[in-house]
């Protein structure tokens, strides 16, 4: 086989050796670009060390509210992930979701049922029922009360949980001393 000397390539026309002579004559604009790596590779450092405070090795699973302050308690156990009922003064949240009103389930009569997160709750035993078939039922749910919220209130919630077959109802609360 020969060694031949190229032919014409593709860009190499007259057109395109002007513009290359008109860049290099201006000077101010290169035609190869340099990037900076320090300033890359600090960029990434700052990365990785935020995200990696920011990571909780259990799961941020409760809601950030600003309406929902939960009471002090001086004993509690580390969360594990179960469903979350969130209360506030002004609505009744089930894994993110509005379900109710709780302006308006406080204006009910006592025997008012909470029929949407009754429902909600049913949908959730019934998906863990069929995802986990070798497992029973264990009954286990959050919940994150505001601290002003009345009594009367949260009662229901705990009556309509427990009407569905969720007995094993926990608290989420705040560490006494101003801890997480």
């Known amino acids: 086989m020969t060694v031949r000397v190229p032919g014409r390539r593709a860009g190499s026309g007259i057109a395109l050796r002007q513009v290359k002579r008109n860049l290099e004559a201006k000077g101010t604009r290169k035609l190869v670009a340099s990037l900076n790596l320090t300033a890359m590779v600090d960029f990434m450092s700052v990365l990785t060390v935020f995200l990696l405070m920011n990571f ?9 509210q ?6 002090e308690a001086g004993a509690g156990e580390e969360l594990k992930r179960v469903p979350v ?3 506030s003064a002004t609505e009744i949240i089930f894994e993110q979701v509005r379900v109710e009103s709780s302006t308006a389930v406080l ?19 019934e998906a863990f029922e069929q995802i986990r078939r070798d497992q029973e039922f264990d009954g286990k749910i959050l919940i994150q009360a505001d601290e002003g919220v009345p009594y009367k209130l949260i009662r229901r919630v705990f009556l309509a949980a ?6 094993n109802i926990s608290y989420i609360v705040r560490q006494k001393g101003g801890g997480g």
């Not at 909780?56 to 950030?64: E, K, L, V």
């Not at 600003?66 to 009471?71: E, G, L």
């Not at 204006?107 to 035993?125: F, N, V």
């Open 85 to 87: 009922i969130a209360i």
């Open 107 to 125: 204006a009910e009569t006592d025997d008012y049922t909470l029929p949407r997160l009754t429902d909600a709750l049913k949908k959730e035993r």
């Open 56 to 64: 909780s090795a259990s799961g941020d699973f409760t809601y950030n």
């Open 162 to 167: 427990a009407k569905v077959g969720y007995a």
């Open 66 to 71: 600003p309406d929902i302050i939960p009471p």
